[in-house]
């Protein structure tokens, strides 16, 4: 008996002086990357109240690993929405605790390189082909064009230029392309194309609250993936619009349009550009209503690089926006998710 007694101390002190513990399963290797992500992101509070079980970390290491560039989002209770909206319109409180299951979700928004695959593959044309025009904002069009098309521009918003031949194959127009920037977010994609796009890789579009709860990145109650202080560190986390909305863009954060789908790892879930860059289309409907439309509208979140705070402050993990299922625009793009089976 004594001897058992013996072996088991000597097992937790051995467990203790090697930094790890018995039900951990979390490898040196693992630990150092973790240290390394806590680093990054030490500007922000991290809850301690869930996610943050060694199991849960070791297991979304292993199978990140196993899943090329998706990160396992784990399950489990958590808040979504906000008590203290900024655009109350949307509906993006009050907070609310949901439940999801563990699910993959992609690191990167879909890249032109990734639909170019998915093109050549199938023959996909986008819907923006289809109806022979998509939604351009003004800055990236010349004088005249925006001379031509003066009375195509969309009432409420009319930096928004409806230009024709505009796609994802030439996102400014005919005389634009894609070819300098293969590695950045596809856009002028519907929430119909990414649909297609995700079940041709044999996955599917997060909900909205699947979406939030990676975007939150294991912490409880901050406005971004990464915290609450938009420059933490002095620096920029995200690719939004500095200046004055909609006229002149400074591009402080070196970007003036999209940038690369891997320039920004915003949180310990290892996403990037989960918040600005490109719009993210959810699979949810808007609201109730939407149900009975034949074209109805779909949640889109995390805000894109055209944001700016004074008038489109939509780059928190609570905001929310919608579009119509066949509408695209030159900020609209999405990342996948799958089921954990
Ligand atoms: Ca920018
Ligand atoms: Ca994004």
């Known amino acids: 008996m004594f001897y058992k007694y013996f072996i088991v101390c000597l097992l937790i002190i051995l467990a203790i002086l090697s930094g790890t513990n018995s039900d951990c399963g979390c490898s040196a290797a693992n630990r150092e990357e973790r240290a390394k992500k806590y680093e990054r ?18 297991s979304i290491m292993k199978h990140a690993k196993d899943y090329d560039n998706m990160s396992l989002i784990p399950g489990g209770k958590y808040h979504v929405g906000t008590n203290e909206p900024v655009f109350e319109a949307d509906h993006e409180g009050p907070e609310k605790e949901i439940e999801i299951q563990k699910f993959y979700l992609d690191k990167f928004e879909v890249s032109n390189s990734d639909f170019l695959e998915f093109v050549k593959a199938t023959g996909y044309k986008s819907e923006a082909e289809k109806f022979g025009d998509s939604f351009v904002f003004k800055i990236f069009l010349s004088p005249e064009t925006q001379k031509e098309y003066k009375d195509f521009r969309v009432l409420q918003a009319p930096w928004w230029f409806k230009i024709k031949d505009a796609n994802w194959k030439q996102p400014e127009g005919p005389g634009s392309s894609i070819d300098d920037r293969l590695n950045h977010p596809v856009v002028h994609v519907s929430w119909n194309d990414a649909v297609a796009f995700c079940k041709w890789k044999g996955k599917r579009l997060p909900t909205e609250h699947e979406w939030e709860v990676a975007c ?126």
């Open 216 to 341: 939150r990145g294991g912490k409880q109650r901050k406005l971004f993936p990464w915290g609450n202080k938009l420059m933490a560190k002095d620096q920029h986390w995200l690719n939004i619009w500095q200046g004055q909305f909609p006229d002149v863009n400074t591009a402080e954060d070196g970007e003036i349009s999209t940038c690369p789908v891997d320039k920004y790892r915003q949180n310990d879930y290892d996403l990037y550009n989960i918040v600005g860059n490109a719009w993210e289309w959810t699979s949810d409907l808007w609201n109730g209503q939407q149900a009975k439309k034949e074209n109805p509208d779909r949640v889109k979140k995390g805000g894109s690089y055209l944001c700016h705070i004074s008038y489109c402050y939509r780059y928190r993990c609570a905001s929310r926006s919608q579009n119509s299922e066949d509408s695209s625009a030159g900020n609209l793009s999405f990342r996948c998710a799958k089921n954990f089976d």
């Open 41 to 58: 992101s030490e500007n922000s509070e991290t809850s301690g109240k869930k996610n943050d079980d060694d199991d849960e970390q070791g």
